[in-house]
């Protein structure tokens, strides 16, 4: 059984940092998808960017060349860098995880993933 646990949320002025991290525990592979979703209130959950065996890519047009999903393999860890944080960034940020690398009309679908974690809150003010 795969456990997924985010650290690192916070509250943080525009134009700011945050690094996510995202820990792993139970048997995972560097082929398996992982993905970051995020979720503001009212919204739909939507993919922020994935990595799978080291590429990586960005779901959302609006992270783009600010947001950098990275993973390190030996400490089964996931990351997000978010730079250059906007107010519209505000929402819960969860990592998931899947055997399989699934696209629907070109972009990950929150129902293709089987384990996810709690989320971490990230709080932009403007």
């Known amino acids: 059984q795969v456990q997924l646990a985010e650290s690192g949320g916070g509250s943080v002025q525009a134009g700011g940092s945050l690094r996510l991290s995202c820990a792993a525990s139970?048997?995972?592979?560097?082929?398996?998808?992982m993905t970051w979703f995020r979720q503001a209130p009212g919204k739909e959950r939507e993919g922020v960017a994935t990595i799978v065996s080291d590429v990586s890519t960005s779901d959302a047009d609006s992270v783009k060349g600010r947001f950098t999903i990275s993973k390190d393999n030996a400490k089964n860890t996931l990351y997000l860098q978010m730079n250059s944080l906007k107010p519209e960034d505000t929402a819960m940020y969860y990592c998931?995880?899947?055997?399989?690398?699934?696209?629907?009309?070109?972009?990950?679908?929150?129902?293709?993933?089987?384990?996810w974690g709690q989320g971490t809150q990230v709080t932009v003010s403007s």
């Open positions: 139970g048997y995972t592979s560097s082929t398996y998808c």
């Open positions: 998931a995880a899947d055997p399989y690398f699934r696209l629907h009309y070109g972009l990950v679908r929150e129902r293709d993933f089987a384990y």
